[in-house]
């Protein structure tokens, strides 16, 4: 089951059952995609299945994250209570705050932020990538990451929104390496998929990590997409090269640079096909249209810079 709609009163019921009385007029509701988000203080909050979609989502993230809580030792929400459909959950909201342009002011300001966080998420996913081994993966785990959407649909949309420059031509170019890479079985994990600034919870002066969140979107895949969104749009690499230097010394794996940044131009090259439709001062997925062509540009040029027998 799932709610298409979501009324003060119905939330206010389904969260009775999960013992939390809250009156209405304190529910902040924000839509997500597939699911909703109810938000209310005390340190807990509430997802409700949008879709059909949403709803087998929030299934697989919750038996992920009972499995990442038995096997690692970051911080991640706990699940209190499941509706016997499946249809809403109630969580543990981790104390501190997801603010990913703060985050990023921050890091810019504090160099040796930059390598504690970087320290920090090494260390969480070389946890995280050891904790299916690769006899017994999960059925219900996902085998291909949701982002980028596929070649075909990010070339459809380009001509809309860039038109057919020289541009959408070095980003088919790139597309194809990217659909015609080789996996090594070796290098599959269970991955988180969207690491990054917006799904990490800091502390209130912003000057540790204190958890990891919204694994909706895990899947066992290669490690390598696990480190796509630590490239930040400066020149400055230390967030990048400390998780990476950590990740390697406590995994033993060693990971393949440009591999990472073939993920991260792919991914920036399928968010900028997804403005398709979307006028260009708009801020879609929190950039406008010159933002997005700023970092899919940055994103090819870094990709290009490096040895092709690293791919």
Same mark, same amino acid.
């Given at each position: 089951?799932?709610?298409?709609?979501?009324?003060? $009163?119905?939330?206010?019921?389904?969260?009775?059952?999960?013992?939390?009385?809250?009156?209405?007029?304190?529910?902040?509701?924000?839509?997500?995609?597939?699911?909703?988000? &109810?938000?209310?203080?005390?340190?807990?909050?509430?997802?409700?299945?949008?879709? !059909?979609?949403?709803?087998?989502?929030?299934? &697989?993230?919750?038996?992920?994250?009972?499995? @990442?809580?038995?096997?690692?030792? *970051?911080?991640?929400?706990?699940?209190?209570?499941?509706?016997?459909?499946?249809?809403?959950?109630?969580?543990?909201?981790?104390?501190?705050?997801?603010?990913? %342009?703060?985050?990023?002011?921050?890091?810019?300001?504090?160099?040796?932020?930059?390598?504690?966080?970087?320290?920090?998420?090494?260390?969480?996913?070389?946890?995280?990538?050891?904790? @299916?081994?690769?006899?017994?993966?999960?059925?219900?785990?996902?085998?291909? @990451?949701?982002?980028?959407? %596929?070649?075909?649909?990010?070339?459809?949309?380009?001509?809309?929104?860039?038109?057919?420059?020289?541009? !959408? !031509?070095?980003? %088919?170019?790139?597309?194809?390496?990217?659909?015609?890479?080789?996996?090594?079985?070796?290098?599959?994990?269970?991955?988180?998929?969207?690491?990054?600034?917006?799904?990490?919870? *800091?502390?209130?002066?912003?000057?540790?990590?204190?958890?990891?969140?919204? *694994?909706?979107?895990?899947?066992? @895949?290669?490690?390598? *997409?696990?480190?796509?969104?630590?490239?930040?749009?400066?020149?400055?690499?230390?967030?990048?090269?400390?998780?990476? $230097?950590?990740?390697?010394?406590? %995994?033993?794996?060693?990971?393949?640079?440009?591999?990472?940044?073939?993920?991260?131009?792919?991914?920036?090259?399928?968010?900028? !096909?997804?403005?398709?439709?979307?006028?260009?001062?708009?801020?879609?997925?929190?950039?406008?249209?010159?933002?997005?062509?700023?970092?899919?540009?940055?994103?090819?040029?870094?990709?290009?810079?490096?040895?092709?027998?690293?791919?």
């Amino acid at each position: 089951m799932h709610h298409p709609e979501l009324s003060a $009163e119905l939330i206010h019921s389904c969260l009775l059952k999960g013992g939390e009385n809250v009156s209405p007029e304190r529910l902040v509701v924000q839509k997500r995609e597939g699911r909703w988000l &109810i938000e209310w203080g005390d340190n807990r909050l509430a997802w409700f299945a949008a879709t !059909a979609e949403g709803n087998a989502a929030m299934s &697989i993230e919750r038996k992920v994250l009972a499995l @990442v809580r038995t096997k690692c030792s *970051f911080t991640t929400p706990e699940v209190l209570h499941v509706a016997a459909d499946g249809s809403f959950d109630i969580r543990t909201r981790l104390e501190g705050i997801v603010d990913p %342009s703060r985050a990023y002011d921050c890091l810019g300001r504090d160099a040796q932020l930059a390598v504690r966080l970087g320290g920090w998420a090494g260390a969480a996913l070389a946890q995280l990538h050891a904790a @299916v081994q690769p006899d017994v993966v999960p059925d219900w785990l996902p085998r291909k @990451v949701s982002w980028p959407e %596929s070649g075909d649909w990010i070339r459809e949309r380009l001509p809309s929104v860039i038109g057919n420059d020289s541009l !959408a !031509a070095e980003i %088919s170019a790139v597309l194809a390496i990217y659909e015609n890479l080789t996996v090594a079985n070796d290098d599959r994990v269970l991955a988180h998929t969207d690491l990054g600034l917006h799904n990490i919870v *800091f502390s209130d002066d912003f000057r540790e990590p204190c958890g990891l969140i919204d *694994f909706e979107a895990a899947a066992y @895949v290669d490690r390598h *997409f696990d480190f796509r969104y630590l490239i930040l749009d400066t020149a400055d690499t230390t967030l990048l090269t400390s998780a990476c $230097e950590t990740y390697e010394a406590i %995994s033993g794996k060693r990971l393949l640079p440009a591999r990472i940044q073939l993920y991260n131009a792919a991914s920036a090259c399928s968010y900028l !096909a997804y403005r398709a439709g979307i006028a260009p001062e708009v801020r879609w997925c929190g950039r406008t249209l010159a933002e997005d062509i700023n970092w899919t540009t940055l994103a090819l040029q870094r990709f290009r810079a490096h040895s092709p027998t690293q791919r």
